[in-house]
């Protein structure tokens, strides 16, 4: 006789417990998230750039993503562009992270990371999850997801 094993889902018997303790995980995640967002120009100009997360805690940038992106964007870009570059993430939407940072678009594209018939429009632009992570991976430090 076969052994079965019966997975037993529990019970949750109110939603609104469920999506309060989703928040407060979620708010948990987002405790590491850099804010404000520091200008670039002033990181550049920085010995040992760092910024301050939502928890309080430091947060150190990579010195040398910080002078590529100064090398690789335009002069007129390094006093609006804040970063880290700040990806949002909603779980309804799977597949895809949130841009809402128009500069931030901008600069992307600028270093050929998102393609340039692309448009920001409504204050947003949707980027592919895999995308998101291959430019965290090339630009560690410069780009954060926050959880929404």
């Known amino acids: ?22 928040a407060l995980e ?30 309080g805690t430091e947060f150190a940038f990579d010195r040398g993503v910080i ?4 090398e690789n964007l335009p002069l007129r870009l390094h006093p609006l562009l804040k970063l880290p570059v700040i990806f949002l993430f909603n779980s309804t939407v799977p597949d895809s992270c949130l841009l809402t940072d128009e500069v931030a678009f901008e600069a992307l594209q600028i270093l050929g990371e998102l393609s ?29 997801i926050m959880m929404t």
């Open 1 to 22: 006789m076969e052994s079965v094993t019966v997975t037993i889902r529990p019970f949750v018997p109110d939603e609104s417990a469920l999506m309060r303790w989703m």
């Open 26 to 55: 979620m708010g948990k995640v987002n405790n590491g998230v850099v804010s404000p967002g520091r200008r670039l120009s002033d990181l550049l100009s920085d010995d040992h750039p760092l910024a301050m997360t939502r928890n």
């Open 67 to 70: 002078r590529t992106l100064g």
């Open 116 to 144: 340039r018939f692309r448009e920001f429009t409504g204050g947003k632009h949707w980027v592919g999850r895999a995308i998101v992570y291959a430019i965290m991976r090339r630009y560690p430090t410069a780009v954060q």
